[in-house]
């Protein structure tokens, strides 16, 4: 089997889903460059942004898709809930409420033989 052949998949990716979206990314950090964050353009872009957050979390949460489907939905709210809280206590950080909430969704689908 050639090289190219076995990384195939992997320069699809690269192509397909990682360079479109960090040319987009790339150029609104430089177009937001000189924004100001309070003007009432960004409080309403980060209103958005929060709100389609929210939209995905809620869709994941109560219509899981795949094999997130066979856990259950208590084991799934607790994942969350303990993951916000654990980003309030931790001085707001993303990382360690993901890293909490995804502890919990392991342990919770392993103890319930999901």
Same mark, same amino acid.
């Given at each position: 089997?050639?090289?190219? /052949? ?17 040319? &987009? ?18 409080? &309403? ?51 360690? /409420?993901?890293?909490? /909430? ?13």
């Amino acid at each position: 089997m050639s090289t190219i /052949g076995t990384m195939s998949p992997y320069l699809v990716l690269l192509l397909v889903g990682f360079l479109p979206n960090e040319i &987009w990314r790339i150029l609104g950090v430089v177009v937001a460059h000189g924004i100001d964050e309070s003007s009432e353009v960004m409080v &309403w872009l980060r209103a958005v942004a929060t709100g389609v957050l929210a939209g995905v979390i809620a869709k994941l949460i109560f219509a899981a898709p795949g094999t997130l489907a066979d856990v259950p939905l208590s084991v799934r709210l607790a994942a969350m809930a303990l993951g916000f809280v654990t980003f309030l206590a931790v001085r707001r950080s993303i990382f360690a /409420g993901v890293l909490a /909430g995804e502890a919990v969704l392991i342990i919770g689908a392993v103890a319930a033989g999901a």
